[in-house]
Nanobody
Framework: QVQLVESGGGLVQPGGSLRLSCAAS????????MGWFRQAPGKQRELVAR????????YYADSVKGRFTISRDNAKNRMYLQMNSLKPEDTAVYYC??????????WGQGTQVTVSS
């Protein structure tokens, strides 16, 4: 059964940190490249970070480079996104999925991240 469950979001002040978690079913996750995406109100969903199947190679969007860190635990079918130095423009719903996931693929409910003072 396909399943993606994101957690760890919340309200944080600018400059703060959050750590997002993704629990994935093996069929999606198992040694496949994965990504964290986000969708802000009125905007399209965008890929912010990507990690290869073995966790060796990572990619970050310019907007989060140096502030976010993606990681994964293949033994637990989990992926993480450590977000530091958060900015108001990071406010969005964050999703995890295969890095090549399309809009009409299965998506979890996401986790809301709000950066505001």
């Amino acid at each position: 059964q396909v399943q993606l469950v994101e957690s760890g979001g919340g309200l944080v002040q600018p400059g703060g940190s959050l750590r997002l978690s993704c629990a994935a079913s093996g069929s999606i996750f198992s040694y496949k490249a994965m990504g964290w995406f986000r969708q802000a109100p009125g905007k399209q969903r965008e890929l912010v970070a990507r990690i290869s199947g073995l966790g060796v190679t990572t990619y970050y969007a310019d907007s989060v480079k140096g502030r976010f860190t993606i990681s994964r635990d293949n033994a637990k079918n989990r992926m993480y996104l450590q977000m530091n130095s958060l900015k108001p423009e990071d406010t969005a719903v964050y999703y995890c999925n295969r890095d090549v996931a399309l809009d009409n693929d299965y998506w979890g409910q996401g986790t809301q991240v709000t950066v505001s003072s």
